[in-house]
């Protein structure tokens, strides 16, 4: 059976990743490094110890049977509930975009599948406080820190944009640089017995040459200058306003405290006796 994470659709899916001899094997393991090995070595993990990502999913993958175990979840709800994990996962990194609320939604849904008995719909081998456990330990270890994985697992976004402008003649692409421009030559004079007599360094000052821009370029950094020119005079507009606003009020509460100090009479200081 195909893993929940291949396709949107919630499905069934006991034994789809982990099967009965997966499981006895798990069991047999003595220690964490033994369990990390054999994880990696079923799902093809095994450079978990210097592959960031590999070592994100392994540490996924790990602490999902280690809550199986610590809850003695049976053979069965533990396939059920690691494939649930995992078809979440590659449902929260199959896309780019924030994507938080609808794999909620969909975790859910692969949750409910496995705890109403409906066959062949849906089968119930999770009772309803085995079902909090797993909404709360999901929420907790996984949705809580949903946006690292999104972002250690989708691949980058670059949105490239480019003008073309009709009756306008397209920008010849920069020239690329010169591999050598930057070193420096060395003149070496040999004597007559093949020994060095000299080595004479010169630096030059390489000058790049003024590159003439196009009346494309010229019409559209004009064009720019004058909408940013626009911009900016609203803003200092606003900005202005906003001051202005902020130095009357500031005014009117200045007089309102000389008013209340004219209307109280202040009687002279005395003079010390000597």
């Known amino acids: 059976m195909p893993s929940g994470g291949e396709n949107s659709k919630p499905m069934i899916l006991l034994w789809a990743d982990l099967t009965l001899e997966h499981l006895d094997r798990l069991c047999q393991c003595a220690t964490t490094e033994e369990k990390m090995r054999l994880i990696g070595e079923i799902f093809h993990l095994e450079d978990f110890e210097t592959n960031l990502k590999s070592g994100i999913i392994a540490d996924l993958y790990f602490y999902a049977l280690q809550f199986a175990e610590e809850n003695s979840f049976s053979y069965e709800q533990t396939s059920a509930f690691f494939s649930i994990v995992k078809a979440t996962h590659h449902k929260c990194i199959e896309t780019p975009y924030d994507s938080m609320q609808e794999t909620y939604e969909f975790f859910k849904s692969l949750l409910l599948c496995h705890s109403v008995k409906r066959p062949p ?3 119930g081998i999770f009772a309803m406080a085995e079902v909090e456990k797993i909404r709360d330990y999901v929420l907790k270890s996984y949705f809580k820190h949903f946006r690292m994985y999104k972002y250690a ?3 980058k976004v670059r949105l490239d944009i480019s003008f ?6 397209e920008t010849p692409p920069p020239e690329p640089a010169a591999a050598d421009e930057d070193q420096i ?5 040999v004597g007559n017995n093949g020994d060095i007599d000299s080595v004479q360094q010169t630096e030059e000052s390489i000058e790049e040459p003024a590159t003439e821009e196009s009346e494309a370029v010229q019409g559209l950094r004009k064009m720019m200058e004058a909408t940013f020119a626009g911009q900016l005079e609203q803003l200092k507009a606003s900005v202005d306003e906003q001051l202005k606003s902020q130095d009357k009020k ?3 509460r200045l007089s309102a405290m000389e008013s209340k100090v004219s209307g109280k009479t202040i009687s002279p200081p005395r003079s010390r006796k000597k």
């Open 121 to 123: 719909y849906s089968i």
């Open 153 to 155: 697992f989708t691949p």
């Open 164 to 169: 073309h402008y009709s009756g306008l003649p």
């Open 185 to 189: 030559p060395i003149e070496e004079e």
């Open 250 to 252: 500031l005014l009117e």
